[in-house]
């Protein structure tokens, strides 16, 4: 997360946030096209879920362009829930040696 070094703290957090939101617009769009019979009380905390999991993507990533990540993963795949699984392993990893 270099940005945060080189730019305002708030602007870098309003722009995952927006990033944040436009992945929730989304996903609900899909789950819609899926499931034609979702309502908001039913289904919102599976959409929440993935944009979760492509916020954590997004910034377990080495890409620059975490942004464009967020906005493109697959929230849904085994591949990344995988990663960030490994992800996840990693940190601990890290924190238990500190």
Do not use: I
Request: glycine fraction near 4%.
């Amino acid at each position: 997360l270099a940005e945060l070094v080189k730019e305002d703290p708030v602007e870098v957090f309003a722009s995952y946030w927006l990033a944040a939101v436009c992945k929730l617009h989304k996903e609900w769009r899909e789950l819609c096209a899926r499931d034609p019979d979702a309502n908001l009380s039913c289904s919102f905390n599976r959409v929440y879920e993935y944009v979760g999991v492509a916020v954590e993507s997004a910034l377990a990533t080495t890409s620059q362009d975490r942004l464009k990540v967020l906005a493109e993963v697959n929230a849904r795949s085994t591949v990344v829930s995988g990663h960030n699984l490994l992800v996840r392993a990693e940190s601990k990893v890290l924190v238990g040696m500190v």
